[in-house]
Structure formats: structure tokens, C-alpha cells
């Protein structure tokens, strides 16, 4: 009766994913003779019309010429849905995922091994940046190949450190450079933080705030010298003194500045997608983000990328046609660990083939189409993302929607890029870290006790999983 269910529920969501199918063709229009290879993606709205172009273009040339046409459709919840129709033996051809999803999918023996298709299309550990290659095997196996990636930086108000030039210097701060070491980070915040005169417990801006936007609070370890997961030995690693570092140091920020003035000041903050995104009206002047940041800037504040006349703000230029001063920049975040600078980050989006898909040779095409250097470059381009290949042509950089795309190519390419740790629970890991930093900076837990808590949940749910799946 369970597998019957199974099998119905899978059934409901390929029939229902069907109907929200992106553009105007969805499942009809195929041309006759066609291998229909199913591709079920998380993208949304514009990240999602950008996807379809590239899928078009392949539909429109190596999809004709090998009479594959890719059937695009834009999901949510596609993990879950992704698993369901993999258990009732519909699943799609091709899955968009998250990083976090190919340790936790490769384990299960949900989706199936690329290393023979890839060797066949020339695609080896030499095509990649090696923390993206890392990020798609497991056990030594190649089980996704990058859709987009991603690298976390410093992004900074250039405005901001030039009106408060004079409190950077008497800090001992240079207004004309971004902060090289945590310490140095510490020291600009603090030049840089203001409250209301009035109100001397009413934070009007922050120099900086671990928890702004924080959306990589759990991977704040690595720029630290600490880690969560130890493969080899398959045991969690929270309470490592470099980790437990990390969050004294988001704690450090809720007790210098006042837990609740930081609450009631982030209160008053728009969603990320709004001209009330707290590093676009300059409430914070310095995080930690990702490459698509820029993209949000040009189409939410475009006058932070340049002087705009007039006519230009009635429609303004690409950002890489203006002449005019840029009012933010990317550099590195800032290291704690003497010696190891350029840590960053990387995440990034994959491909994989669901275990049982019908079309596996014909869903490689698509994805190895994907990950031409052209393709990459166009795809990488429209999201505003560096790329994860090692070749990247100078037109990528030179015309690139990111000012600063650079400093990512520089840092994801770096000895000290760091991306998700190859671990079957990884989802579990991030619920589990994202409890821990809520707790830390709302200082309802020490960091020693929030992360050694963290640790024994994590522990029991890794013998749980690897009991139920035999590993």
C-alpha cells in the first residue's frame, strides 16, 4: 500500500508539474521524432526566463540536430518532487538542485553517476574551478554538473567611506581600502556605526551586521579556520574552537551594539527584492554577499553604479556603459586567520539525473550544452554570476553585468575557496547551523552550548540516515 502511494503521489506531481510548464510550448509543439528529455527546475520569474533561453537555444540547435527537444518546467519545493517521482519511478530527466542536495541525493542512490557520460562529452576535473568539482562528486564520483555558481564577498558603500573619512582615520582605518582582517572589519563597523543622538539605544546605521542579510551565517566558520564536517571520519566537527570563534564573533555584535537595538533596527528593513534592502538606502554599510547583488543595485538603485544625468534616469545605460563613479565595490571578506587571506565561499546550482530517468545519454546533452563555455558565459551573464569553468574568455569579464565579477573569478579560482562540506544529512546541517546563529545573535545561548547541542542532534540524525541507507 505504501509503494502504491508512492507511486500515485509521483504520478499527481508529473502530471501537475506538467501544467507549469515555462513559455509558451510547455508539452506541446514537439517536433516529430523528438527524445522529450524533462527538465524540472527551482528558478522562478526572471532567473527562470533566462534559464529558457538557453534551454531554447539548445532545442534550436544541438536539440535539432540530435532530435532532443528539453521540456523546461519551473517548480516549486523541486527537491521533494524530485525524490517523490524518483521513488514512483517517474521521475524527471534532468533536475535543477542546490548544492546541499548532491551529497544528501548521491547517498540515497537517488540520482545516477555522470563520471562515463562526462569523460565521453571531454568533461573532466581539468573543465572546472576545483571548488566547484569538489562540490559535485561524492565518494569519488561525479554525480552534477554546475547550472550556475556563486562566491560570497565583502560588498562595501564607497559614499559611505568617503563622507566618513575623517572617523575611518581617527579609527585607524584607510577610507580609500576595504577592511583586510576581521579585526580591521571590527574596527570600521565600530568607525562607521550611528545612533540617534536623541535616542542613544536607537541604532540608525551599522557598519556592519553579521546577521545582514545572513544568509551565509553557517558557513561563517570558514573565514575562522574551522570546519563543520570532518569526511573522512564522518563525524561533525561544531565544536572545533575555530567554530565556536565564529559565532563569539556574531555574538560579539548583538552585545556591543544591544540585541534589541539590533532587532528593532533590522525591523525597520524591506525585504531583500525592495529599494528598502538595508545595503541599497546605506543602513548597512558593509556585507557579505553574492555576485547577483549587482544585478539587484542596476534594477533596484541605479544610481549606485554610476552618475546618472537626467535622460539616464528616465533609462539608464547598462552599468558597464556609465562613465560615472560606482558608489559600492567587492572585495574579499575579510580573514580571521594571519596568513590565509581570500577565503571565499562558493556555492552554486547543479544538474543531475534522477536514478530511473528514461532519457539519461539525451538529458547529458542538455547538460553538457549548459556547460560550454559560451553557454556557461551567456547563462552566468544573465544571472550576474561568475563562472565555474577554469577558461573564461575575456568578453565574459569585460562585459560582464558585475562591475567587480573579477574578484569572484579571482576568489572562486583561489587555494582558499571553500564550498559545501560532503556530507549526506547537508540539508539537516543547514537547519541545524541556521538555529545556531539565531540563537547566538539573539544571545539566547552561548556559542559553545548552541553548537554542542547542534553537534549531538547532528550526530544522531547521521547514524540514523546511514542505518536506513546502509552506509
Known sequence: MKHAKTAILGAMILAAA????????????????CVVVDYWEKWTGTEAAQMKQIVDDFNNSVGRDRHIH?????????????????????????????????????????????????????????????????????????YALISTPAAAVLHYNLRIF????????????????????????????????????ADPKRLLRAGQLPTEPGWFLIHICYWFGGRLYDEQRGRFTLTDPNVVRAYEWVADYSRRLGQGAVSNFRSGFGTFNSTQNAFLTGAVAMELQGPWMANYIDHLKPEMSGLLTDQEKRSPPPPRLRSGPYEWAAAPFPSAEPGKPDVAFCGFDVLMIPAGARHKAEAFEF?????????????????????????VSAAFVRDHPNPYIGVFE????????VTVPRCPILPELGDEMNVVAQRVSLLKQTPHEALREAQQRLQAKLERFNARHGK
Open 367 to 391: 547538460m553538457a550544452y549548459v556547460n560550454r563555455q559560451e553557454v556557461m558565459e551567456k547563462l552566468c551573464s544573465l544571472h550576474s554570476k561568475n563562472s565555474p569553468l577554469r577558461r
Open 18 to 33: 506538467a501544467l507549469l510548464a515555462v513559455g509558451p510550448r510547455g508539452g506541446r509543439g514537439v517536433p516529430p521524432g
Open 410 to 417: 579571482r576568489l572562486s579560482g583561489g587555494a582558499n575557496a
Open 70 to 142: 528539453v521540456r523546461y518546467l519551473s517548480m516549486s519545493s523541486v527537491n521533494q518532487k524530485t525524490l517523490v517521482a524518483t521513488a514512483a519511478g517517474v521521475p524527471p530527466d534532468v533536475a535543477g538542485l542546490w548544492d546541499n542536495q548532491v551529497p544528501q541525493f548521491a547517498a540515497m542512490d537517488a540520482v545516477e553517476p555522470l563520471d562515463a557520460l562526462a569523460a565521453a562529452h571531454g568533461i573532466t576535473e581539468a573543465t572546472y574551478k576545483p571548488v566547484y568539482w569538489r562540490g559535485c562528486t561524492y565518494r569519488g564520483k561525479l
Open 162 to 197: 568617503r563622507e566618513e573619512a575623517a572617523a575611518l582615520r581617527r579609527a585607524g582605518c584607510d577610507p580609500d581600502r576595504p577592511p583586510r582582517t576581521i579585526d580591521e572589519l571590527d574596527r570600521y563597523s565600530r568607525a562607521l556605526d550611528r545612533f540617534d543622538p
